[in-house]
């Protein structure tokens, strides 16, 4: 079973910075990528950012991209979300996901319990 713990969360003013991490346990991830998603009030849970384990290729949202930077560590299976930048926009709860890479944006795969980002203008 694996289980997915996510910390960094919280409140931040526009133009500010936080930065997320999901620490996985359970298995190994050779074949897998890690991200996260988010899902504002009201709104689709929506793709943010993607790492493979393997090769460390990233990609992002359109919305994300040249603000937020995804980064691994794979002697911790632990993955991180640095946010600059941030807007209102950027509100909503963000949820660490754990799926093989060809499938990340569908819903399969293991998902952390998510954390609160509130951006205030």
């Known amino acids: 079973q694996v289980q997915l713990v996510e910390s960094g969360g919280g409140l931040v003013q526009a133009g500010g910075s936080l930065r997320l991490s999901c620490a996985a346990s359970?298995?190994?991830?050779?074949?897998?990528?890690m991200g996260w998603f988010r899902q504002a009030p009201g709104k689709e849970r929506e793709f943010v950012a993607r790492?493979?384990?393997?090769?460390?290729?990233?990609e992002y949202a359109s919305s994300v991209k040249g603000r937020f930077t995804i980064s691994r560590e794979n002697t911790k299976n632990a993955v991180y979300l640095q946010m600059n930048a941030m807007k209102p926009e950027d509100t909503a709860v963000y949820y660490c996901?754990?799926?093989?890479?060809?499938?990340?944006?569908?819903?399969?795969?293991?998902w952390g319990q998510g954390t609160q980002v509130t951006v205030s203008s």
């Open positions: 996901k754990v799926a093989p890479t060809t499938t990340f944006t569908t819903d399969f795969g293991f």
């Open positions: 359970g298995r190994t991830f050779s074949n897998y990528a």
């Open positions: 790492i493979t384990w393997s090769t460390g290729s990233t």
